[in-house]
């Protein structure tokens, strides 16, 4: 399959699943982090749904998520240059593929929170294709309709200063919680407060 249409094929499977569960008029997109572009694709088609992006990645014309991210394509000079890009942040996790290390961020973590971090991690993190990162975004983002951004000011992962001009990029209000990327697992009913208040 192209690369060019990895996005809008992730989208179209995402937009099936809910039209087969409810009215896609009491449809919320939520975009978190990578999952920022999958919601773009949905609401760019789907102009009537209301989106919140929570520490997501919102593309750029003519920008993958690695050009957001690193600034580049690290993997341009082969698999192994581009995992070795990211200083260990970054596992290979088979040909293709590519995993956060689970290890690195545990020892990062406050040591009265690190079971609880590991568990996280390995219940919501899996392998990722490096040609869904590398994939350019073609054509602009919706900058209209209902937009919220929860932006998460202690992010080591997504910058807090990325975040907001990522927000201010699709004309976004934007809502702040003190947390880290993992905020579903950080402040989970502060999250959920504000993704009611939001969405209401």
């Known amino acids: 399959m192209s690369r060019r249409l990895l996005l809008a094929t992730r989208a179209r499977h995402k937009v099936a699943e809910l039209r087969d569960l409810l009215d896609l008029a009491d449809v919320?997109?939520?975009g978190y982090s990578f999952g920022g572009f999958t919601a773009t694709r949905i609401a760019v088609e789907h102009p009537d749904l209301p989106v919140v992006y929570v520490a997501g990645w919102i593309p750029r014309d003519g920008a993958s998520v690695l050009d957001l991210f690193a600034g580049g394509d690290p993997f341009e000079a082969g698999e192994e240059a581009g995992?070795?890009?990211f200083d260990g942040l970054i596992l290979s996790a088979g040909p293709g593929l590519c995993a956060l290390n689970i290890d690195r961020y545990v020892a990062a973590a406050d040591p009265s929170e690190q079971d609880a971090v590991r568990s996280y991690l390995e219940r919501t993190q899996r392998p990722q294709g490096i040609?869904?990162?590398?994939?350019?975004?073609?054509?602009?983002?919706?900058?209209?309709g209902r937009c919220t951004y929860v932006l998460t000011t202690a992010d080591t992962l997504v910058p807090?200063?990325?975040?907001r001009v990522m927000a201010a990029s699709v004309g976004a209000d934007v809502v702040e919680i003190d947390?880290?990327?993992?905020?579903?697992?950080?402040?989970?009913?502060?999250?959920?407060?504000?993704?009611?208040?939001?969405?209401?």
């Open 28 to 30: 919320v997109l939520v």
């Open 179 to 200: 947390s880290d990327h993992g905020v579903f697992r950080e402040q989970p009913e502060r999250l959920a407060e504000m993704l009611v208040a939001t969405t209401g």
């Open 131 to 144: 040609v869904a990162l590398r994939e350019k975004w073609r054509g602009e983002p919706r900058t209209s």
């Open 160 to 163: 807090p200063a990325v975040q």
């Open 83 to 85: 995992i070795a890009a």
